[in-house]
């Protein structure tokens, strides 16, 4: 698994508790409203733990493009102006060493 498939891999992972998290928050305010605050309680307490789990997530996603960035290494390599509309023979940037990093 190449270092993007791992992002993308967290990243979904990430939306996914996120879509958990935004259910529990609609189930709990409903029966909030219906006063069964028994039921609101164990919901809240519920949500608590999964944005816990969200927030290690998230941070094992920045730990990771940590790792994964100190053995990034962009290779330029030289080139000579062209005039307009003159076609370059090759990439200029080598898409295989280039890595780009999410937020």
């Known amino acids: 698994m190449s270092d993007r498939q791992v992002i993308t891999a967290i990243t979904i992972l990430l939306k996914e508790v996120n879509n958990v998290i935004n259910e529990i928050n609609q189930e709990g305010a409903k029966v909030f409203r219906e006063g069964d605050y028994e ?44 005039r307009k509309g003159e076609k370059c023979p090759r990439p200029i940037l080598s898409l295989s060493t280039l890595r780009i990093e999410l937020l």
């Open 39 to 82: 039921r609101a309680q164990i919901l809240m307490d519920k949500g608590k733990q999964l944005d816990t789990f969200h927030r290690k997530i998230n941070d094992l996603q920045i730990e990771w493009k940590s790792i994964a960035g100190g053995t990034t290494s962009l290779k330029l390599k030289p080139s000579k102006r062209k």
